[in-house]
T-cell receptor, first 111, second 113 residues
Framework: DQQVKQNSPSLSVQEGRISILNCDYTNSMFDYFLWYKKYPAEGPTFLIS?????DKNEDGRFTVFLNKSAKHLSLHIVPSQPGDSAVYFCAATANDYKLSFGAGTTVTVRA | DAEITQSPRHKITETGRQVTLACHQT?????MFWYRQDLGHGLRLIHY???????NKGEVSDGYSVSRSNTEDLPLTLESAASSQTSVYFC????????????FGPGTRLTVL
């Protein structure tokens, strides 16, 4: 039973516009959330994270929002750039260092 | 530069054979993890270790084993390879004071015929 769900398998966005990726989770014990980015034939790389005591974390063009009551988080990329074309994974942990991952969303940034 | 490496990068084997995938990190991280990536499932945890001589089962551990004899290495063994174990395998590590931010290796693509 997948505890972290990314219901949109793909997203296409024009260069310069905003990309919004969504993630839902079911385990109320999750207290730390992360986003990873993955290019083909490479391992995932850490992008940004948020603790459950916050509702927003920003790092340059990337912002993660957390809505604990809805068990929902989102990643905003503004502005989107061609190098952002990749698979994005949402992940969550319940303070035991183990990560539960979503299935991923493939982002394509169009010129 | 510190890094995490996996070998081989590609492997084709036959059903029933024993296979070992290597993972080596030079960050001196205590925590190490093995995941498999399959379409529609994202990454699923196979085994993990919090230090030398420590190993733990993840959510999809059946048919896999690991051992941790030093800080740098966590080899993953498929005791008797099955076609259902055809997948891409990723090793990761993290440091104790930032345990959630895992650093991943480049992956091993394993095909079991």
């Amino acid at each position: 039973d997948q505890q972290v769900k990314q219901n949109s398998p793909s997203l296409s966005v024009q260069e310069g516009r905003i990309s919004i990726l969504n993630c839902d989770y079911t385990n109320s014990m999750f207290d730390y959330f992360l986003w990873y980015k993955k290019y083909p034939a490479e391992g995932p790389t850490f992008l940004i994270s948020i603790s459950s005591i916050k509702d927003k974390n920003e790092d340059g063009r990337f912002t993660v929002f957390l809505n604990k009551s809805a068990k929902h988080l989102s990643l905003h990329i503004v502005p989107s750039q061609p190098g952002d074309s990749a698979v994005y994974f949402c992940a969550a942990t319940a303070n035991d260092y183990k990560l539960s991952f979503g299935a991923g969303t493939t982002v394509t940034v169009r010129a | 530069d510190a890094e995490i490496t996996q070998s081989p990068r590609h492997k084709i084997t036959e059903t029933g054979r024993q296979v070992t995938l290597a993972c080596h990190q030079t960050w001196n991280h205590n925590n190490m993890f093995w995941y498999r990536q399959d379409l529609g499932h994202g990454l699923r945890l196979i085994h993990y270790s919090y230090g030398v001589q420590d190993t733990n089962k993840g959510e999809v551990s059946d048919g896999y084993s690991v051992s941790r004899s030093n800080t740098e290495d966590l080899p993953l063994t498929l005791e008797s390879a099955a076609s259902s174990q055809t997948s891409v395998y990723f090793c990761a590590s993290s440091e104790s004071n930032r345990p959630y931010e895992q650093f991943f290796g480049p992956g091993t693509r394993l095909t079991v015929l």
